[in-house]
């Protein structure tokens, strides 16, 4: 039987992964950020032809993905005031 990790702070996180390097975080997070900027684009430009529900699915995987880049790599308190 294997401990299961419960904790959510994703600082203390970085430190349960010494094969992850900080730079290798913030590249992933790029990536997942990028992803949701090009998905915003998309439905941007096709916002009147989309149904409902694809509109619906599309805004929810953009904040899903951008949720999951700040659990990776949380902007530091010093970049969200400015």
């Known amino acids: 039987m294997t401990m299961q990790n419960t904790n959510t702070d ?8 010494p094969l992850v390097s900080p730079r290798e975080f913030a590249s992933i997070a790029d990536v997942l950020q ?11 430009k096709h916002r009147d032809a989309l ?3 694809v509109s619906a699915a599309l805004c929810r995987e953009m904040a899903r993905l951008r949720n999951l880049a700040d659990k990776i790599n949380p902007p530091r308190e010093d970049e969200e005031e400015g």
């Open 51 to 53: 149904p409902p529900h």
């Open 34 to 44: 990028r992803d949701a900027n090009e998905i915003a684009h998309y439905h941007d």
């Open 10 to 17: 994703p600082a203390e996180n970085r430190s349960l992964h």
